[in-house]
Every structure is written in C-alpha cells, then in structure tokens.
C-alpha cells in the first residue's frame, strides 16, 4: 500500500481491482479541514480518464512495474508492434492502451515502455521529438509585430501551429505532452 501522497504523474496504481496510470497530482489545503489530493487517472486497460480526490490520509495497493527499452516496428488497425533489442522478440500493443501518444510512434526509434509481468500498461514519450513538416501554406511576409503562426500537417499526420518562416521539408521540433511547435531543427 502507498500513501496517496506519493502518487505522481507516471505512477501505476490500483483502486477497486482497476489500474490506473496518474496523468496529473494536485494537493490542495483550504482552511482548518484535512487537504485533498486530486488526480486525473487513466485506466491503464479502457484507455479511459476521470479525475478522482482523495483525502490525505487515504492509501491505494502498489502495483509492481518495470520498464523496458523496446524498437518501434509499425502498426494496423488494433496493435502497434515492437521489438526487444536484444533478444529480438516481437510484441504487440494494443493502440487503445496507448491512446494519442501512438501517433508520436516513428519506424526504428527507440521508445521505453512499462509493463506488469507481460502485459503493457504505457507508453513513456520523450518529451520532445523532431518530425518533417509535409504540408503547410507559404509564408506570407508583413504584420510580424506579433507571434502568427499558420497550420503545418506533420509526417506522423498530426496538425501543429507554426511560425509564418516554417515551410515544406523543414523539420520541427514538437512537445509530445501538449503536440505544439517548439522550435525549427
């Protein structure tokens, strides 16, 4: 059993026989009563979020978690499949588990994924990637008082806010948490 007070975002846990991976932790203390910790969760197994508060003494079972360094292969309709570097055997997530992180994924990279004993429960993102910009308008030049910024379709399909000086064949960088541009490669 872990305190409530432990959980952090990253944290797998389980409450009432689900799973659930800890997205974002807030402890909140207002006057004279006992603090509030509220979490927005995702059950690990629906790919569902809610946010839950717990009272600050409340304690929730500890769930043993391990991760592992895995080559990304390609993926259908239902699974994304990997590879173990060094053993070389394949494996398959479901693409429900991983949610929007999956349009992040890119042939021959390297990603960290954490597992409970052989089932997947997440897929860890760097925090930023690079990706090619394969379509956007062309750069108009004038009012640039202000930040303007203008649509550009990414290679993983995705669409980012870009600066008026991006265009075609570029590479960006991107924020995997929010999806937004952070700078030009």
Known sequence: MISVTDLRAGVVFEDQGQLFLVISYEHIKMGRGSANIKVKIKNVRTGGTVDKSFINGAKVNDVSVFKRDVQYLYKDSDNAYFMNP??????????KIMGSDSYYLKEGENFNIS?????????????????KVVDTAAGVKGNSATNVFKDAVLENGLTAKVPLFINVGNKIRVDTRTGAYSERV
């Open 115 to 131: 597992f409970m004993g052989d089932e997947a429960l997440s897929i860890n993102l760097p925090p930023k990637m690079d990706f």
């Open 86 to 95: 060094t053993t070389f055997e394949q494996m398959s997530i479901p693409l």
